[in-house]
């Protein structure tokens, strides 16, 4: 019923919610705690997408990803409001949890869509194909 193409791509869609799913209940364990207010030590914000700022935390620096307009508002000596994940060992913005609920949304789609046999996509395209192509007649 299932192609071999398939089933890795249901596979990888549900390693992929399974993942974000982690990441979705670690943070949002970490939205209920208090966060802090760390100084930015060092700034990158170049005109691609690798802007980030660095701060130092028990004698490690550590990488903080962000889009460009908001890495420009954090420059060196300014302060940063994070919640720092000792068990995993890495910060979080505070955000609400819209990215991580945006992409456990996202590959929950996609592996929903997975599941559905390609054959019946086929013929669903198929039967769409023809109703437009016997309306231009």
Not at 66 to 92: A, T
Request: aromatic share 18%; proline share 2%.
């Amino acid at each position: 019923m299932y192609s071999k193409t398939q089933l890795v791509v249901m596979s990888l869609t549900g390693f992929l919610v399974l993942y974000s799913f982690f990441f979705f209940q670690q943070n949002s364990k970490l939205e209920k705690k208090n966060s802090n207010q760390y100084t930015v030590v060092k700034q990158f914000c170049g005109g691609t997408k690798n802007n980030r700022v660095y701060i130092f935390y028990r004698e490690k620096l550590y990488k903080i990803w962000m889009v460009n307009k908001e890495c420009l508002n954090h420059p060196v000596g300014s302060k940063l409001e994070l919640i720092y994940n000792s068990q995993w060992d890495y910060f979080y913005r505070p955000d609400g949890l819209k990215g991580d609920t945006r992409r456990l949304f996202l590959f929950s789609i996609l592996f929903i869509l997975s599941i559905i046999p390609y054959k019946i996509y086929i013929s669903v395209l198929t039967k769409i194909k023809a109703r437009i192509w016997n309306r231009r007649r």
